[in-house]
């Protein structure tokens, strides 16, 4: 029988991400398919679904929180160490491969899962060693196969909860200094507004209408204006900059989605335009003239928009950048 080895382990953590901020992409995109499963069921209602990120520089450490599904209890060990496994649907869950819970322990000395699932009285949870991972995948002399290493690095056991609660957490205890930038909250926002840019546009529309003053629709009301009058002759010709402001916006990150596109989509033709200009470079050679050429072509759609609405877009991220 063909036994695998340690250095698998390595390749699916260490080794695997170069980014470090993969980290959050991997655990958000977990949580948002709880979420969504919690929703369908009636767990949770949509406008009460939250993910909670808590970054503690000072302790080092990185918190990851849900209130979706959670894992029943029974499921819960074999679910958080089984390795390319995942029950998901590819065609329509975010995260399907079953390898993205293992992100974290290559960045922290340990790694920490909690859960509790609706109905039970009890958290499960399990630690990933990740000092330990890493001296024995150091260590030339140390040649576990694949599941004795995990069951070696793992550690599992249970609390007592409260029966009503649920809800899925990720910690990561005592972030290794090369990973400091994981505990940059600022660098850590520009990365999530770059790979999921729709909540930028929500916050620059919501500044913006905060800056319109209330007099407005109470001068229209006084004057018998509707709240459909209101809201078709005063707001949206004054939304016109933030609009256009946020589309562009909006579709640059689209149009230029690349990791996303790259993992998640399995048809060739539904990728994006950065995924198959990827294909023009070659291991060995690289035709820089066609790669270039190609980024001019694929960059006309965004300067074209720029061009059309250039104008509101400087009014209204103006509009919407402050308060007052």
């Known amino acids: 029988m063909a036994e695998i080895g340690k250095n698998v382990i390595e390749n699916l953590t260490t080794a695997m991400y170069e980014n470090a901020y993969t980290v959050y992409r991997e655990y958000i995109q977990n949580s948002a398919d709880s979420i969504d499963k919690a929703i369908a069921a009636g767990i949770v209602n949509e406008k009460d679904a939250i993910i909670d990120i808590n970054i503690e520089y000072n302790k080092r450490r990185i918190t990851i929180n849900d209130n979706a599904m959670g894992i029943p209890s029974e499921m819960f060990v074999k679910k958080l160490t089984d390795i390319a496994d995942s029950q998901k649907d590819r065609t329509k869950e975010k995260g399907f491969r079953g390898i993205g819970r293992l992100a974290g322990v290559g960045y922290c000395d340990t790694l920490i899962f909690k859960s509790s699932?609706?109905?039970?009285?009890?958290?499960?949870?399990?630690?990933?060693?990740?000092?330990?991972?890493?001296?024995?995948?150091?260590?030339?002399?140390?040649?576990?196969?694949?599941?004795?290493f995990v069951d070696d690095i793992t550690y599992s056991y249970q609390n007592e909860a409260n029966m009503?609660?649920?809800y899925f957490e990720v910690i990561m205890e005592g972030v290794i200094p090369e990973s400091d930038d994981l505990l940059d909250k600022v660098a850590v926002i520009e990365y999530l507004e770059s790979v999921a840019p729709i909540p930028f546009a929500t916050f620059l529309i919501m500044t913006f209408y905060k800056s319109i003053s209330y007099s407005l629709d109470e001068s229209a009301y006084i004057d018998g204006?509707?709240?459909?009058?209101?809201?078709?002759?005063?707001?949206?010709?004054?939304?016109?900059?933030?609009?256009?402001?946020?589309?562009?916006?909006?579709?640059?990150?689209?149009?230029?989605?690349?990791?996303?596109?790259?993992?998640?989509?399995?048809?060739?033709?539904?990728?994006?335009?950065?995924?198959?200009?990827?294909?023009?470079?070659?291991m060995t050679t690289t035709n820089w003239t066609l790669v270039i050429s190609s980024m001019v072509i694929a960059s006309l759609p965004l300067i074209i928009a720029f061009l059309l609405l250039q104008k509101q877009f400087v009014r209204g991220l103006t509009a919407g950048s402050v308060k007052g």
Not at 120 to 144: F, M, Y
Not at 245 to 270: G, H, P, Y
Request: aromatic share 8%; with cysteine.
């Open 117 to 148: 699932y609706k109905g039970e009285n009890v958290e499960s949870v399990i630690e990933w060693d990740g000092k330990k991972l890493r001296d024995v995948l150091a260590d030339t002399t140390q040649h576990p196969s694949a599941s004795d």
């Open 225 to 282: 204006a509707t709240t459909w009058q209101i809201f078709v002759k005063i707001m949206l010709p004054l939304s016109k900059p933030i609009i256009a402001s946020c589309s562009i916006v909006s579709f640059r990150a689209v149009w230029n989605e690349l990791m996303f596109a790259n993992v998640l989509l399995q048809s060739t033709d539904k990728k994006t335009v950065p995924v198959g200009l990827m294909n023009f470079q070659g």
């Open 164 to 166: 009503d609660e649920h």
